[in-house]
């Protein structure tokens, strides 16, 4: 016999399953329309993956790279620079392997362009190897540091980046074509975008009527559980997020006669110990070690752990105390100490100037051996090592620049053994040549009595001329630095030797000799590297020999008093808020 008493009861199971089995048919035809469409993406995607994206970050790289060999072309006209200079290496770089590899890579991805843009990388290849022709043209004629002092290679490698020259015609040729490459990829990614946003749409559009259908459903199975469970779990996760953030809950819980009611009790007693916790906390964090506090129970870990913690804080506390007792007593030590060594130190210092002072010529002793002439002398330190030498002998007169290695002490000390030496040869020597020589030999036998002359470090650039007044005649030598006579607005510029005092044996070498005739009116001006050297300007570069040149031939239109002052505005106007790199030495003599 059936049993006709059990009745059919739409639980709240029967409705999830019903609201579950309508999702699952919903999504079902979600899925199979999505993977259709999605289908279709992929393969507009894939086109546009490996073929317009990467043309189109190609030519991208290749105009990065054009344009990073275009800054360093106009470096290699306008900056002289040695042959290792890190823009020059760059450039060779992108000439022999950066833009080939860019060019190589766009030739591999060509075969899916049209035929036009085909056309336009085959022309675009062209004129890069033309504007290459350029390039080593360029860089042929301005090999080195020294090939920029040759004004007519100067003057060609300057003609190919004029308007309407090579330079700016194949640039801007690239430059169009580029464009047009450029503008015909993003064309067709446009194209393929669009088309994949159009199928986006229609996707979206499915997928929001099927999501409409599901909301309905959640909805309608929503409103006949949220009564029966999510109300009171919504409580209980809200308390527990407050709890996770370590807040107090605002609310207990409100307690139920079921399983969720045994959970909001657990979590109510939750609260209240970690209440009691953050008092405890707050209180031994303020420093009050005798807070009580009472553990939930014996098996209460964290509990437990608080009052270890506030008895280790609380010994922890007073052995800090001692030690930053102790700390400051020994930081006032050590301060006092630092002051007396550094009071020590600038005493030296300042005896060390005294004692440079005492060797450099007074303006009065200048005077007497050129009555028209200024000196431009500025340490970069308190004591320096550039020195200026001015003496008569008969009716020669000598006078020496001189740039001794380092700046500072260092430097200092090597200008008192170059002084002596030079005060020592210049009693029996007056033709530069010689006295360079013997000033080899005698600042050798002082500095490289252990050491050889291949491996000393010391050593002395100059600036060495005699004048002989009555014959109207300069005689002149040089360690690596020139020396310039500027004769009605033409500057005449003596080469130096390359090699400075004290870096070759006696003998081996020797120091050649400049004659000039003199006329009246001629400014002869010598120097050390110092002002040339200096960083400043607008872009934070050297001052280089160039614009010193230029300098100095508005010097010799002033009065020869007015020099010094000029010197001084120019280089502090140069050099604005740059620290100033080395000694810094100028010399001005009026015939």
């Known amino acids: ?21 309508i999702f699952t048919l919903a999504v079902g035809a979600l899925f199979v329309q999505t993977r259709s469409l999605l289908g279709e993406s992929r393969v507009i995607g894939e086109k546009i993956d490996m073929e317009l994206v990467p043309s189109i970050e ?32 760059s450039l060779k770089t992108y000439i022999s392997k950066t833009i080939p590899e860019n060019i190589a890579a766009l ?47 100067m003057m060609d490698a300057e003609y190919y980046a004029l308007e ?92 139920t006669p079921d399983e969720i009611g045994d959970m909001a009790v657990a979590v109510n007693r939750l609260a209240d110990g970690l209440q009691k916790t953050r008092k405890f906390s707050e209180a031994v964090g303020s420093g009050d070690f005798n807070a009580p506090y009472e553990p939930l129970s014996d098996d209460d870990s964290l509990g437990h752990a608080l009052l270890s913690m506030r008895d280790d804080l609380a010994a922890t506390e007073i052995e800090l105390e001692q030690k930053v007792e102790d ?64 003496r008569s002998v008969g009716r020669v007169r000598l006078v ?24 020592h040869v210049t009693k029996v020597f007056t033709e530069p040549s010689k006295i360079l020589d ?43 630095n020139p020396l310039y006579v500027v004769r009605e607005g033409e500057l005449h510029e003596m080469k130096a030797d390359k090699f400075a005092i004290a870096s070759f044996k006696p003998d081996s070498k020797s120091y050649t ?22 960083f400043g300007g607008p872009l934070g570069k050297k001052y280089m020999r160039r614009r010193f040149r230029e300098l100095l031939v508005r010097l010799a239109e002033m009065p020869i008093t007015k020099h010094k002052d000029e010197l001084a505005k120019e280089f502090d106007g140069w050099k604005a808020k740059e620290e100033q790199v080395d000694d810094v030495l100028v010399i001005s003599i009026r015939i």
């Open 1 to 21: 016999m059936g049993n006709s008493n059990i009745k059919f009861r739409f639980t709240i199971g029967w409705r999830m399953g019903i609201g579950f089995g």
């Open 58 to 89: 190609a030519l991208e790289d290749l105009d990065r790279s054009l344009g990073e060999a275009r800054g360093s072309i106009k470096h290699w006209i306008t900056v002289q620079s040695r042959s290792d200079d890190a823009q020059k290496r």
């Open 107 to 153: 030739k591999e991805m060509s075969p899916a362009w049209g035929g036009e843009a085909k056309a336009q990388l085959d022309s675009l290849n062209n004129d890069i190897e033309s504007l290459f022709l350029v390039y080593n043209d360029i860089m042929r004629m301005l090999p080195d540091f020294s090939s920029y002092d040759n004004p007519i290679a």
């Open 164 to 255: 309407g020259s090579d330079l700016p015609l194949y640039d801007n040729s690239i430059r169009t074509r580029l464009n047009f490459l450029s503008s015909a990829q993003t064309s067709s990614l446009r194209a393929a975008t669009s088309q994949m946003e159009r199928l986006g749409d229609k996707l979206s559009f499915f997928a929001g009527s099927v999501s409409l259908a599901v909301i309905v459903l959640g909805i309608i199975v929503g409103l006949a559980l949220t009564r029966s469970i999510l109300v009171p779990v919504r409580h209980l996760k809200q308390a527990l997020l407050f709890m996770g953030r370590g807040q107090q809950p605002d609310n207990k819980v409100p307690i």
């Open 327 to 390: 700390r400051t007593a020994e930081m006032s030590k050590q301060k006092k100490r630092a002051e007396d060594l550094y009071s020590d130190l600038r005493d030296s210092i300042n005896y060390a100037l005294r004692i440079q002072e005492s060797i450099l010529p007074t303006e009065k002793e200048v005077s007497e051996v050129f009555d028209n002439s200024a000196v431009f002398y500025r340490p970069r330190d308190i004591v320096s090592g550039d020195f200026y030498f001015f």
């Open 400 to 423: 020496a620049a001189v740039d001794c290695t380092g700046h500072g002490v260092p430097g200092a000390f090597m200008s008192l053994v170059g002084y002596n030496a030079l005060s």
């Open 438 to 480: 013997r000033l080899n030999s005698a600042a050798l036998e002082v500095l490289s009595s252990e050491t050889s002359p291949d491996n000393l470090q010391d050593g002395m650039d100059l600036v060495m001329l005699a004048v002989d007044m009555e014959k109207m005649e300069l005689l002149y030598s040089g360690a690596n």
């Open 513 to 534: 000799q400049q004659v000039y005739p003199l006329e009246q009116g001629d400014t002869i001006f010598a120097s050390t590297d110092g002002f040339v050297d200096q």
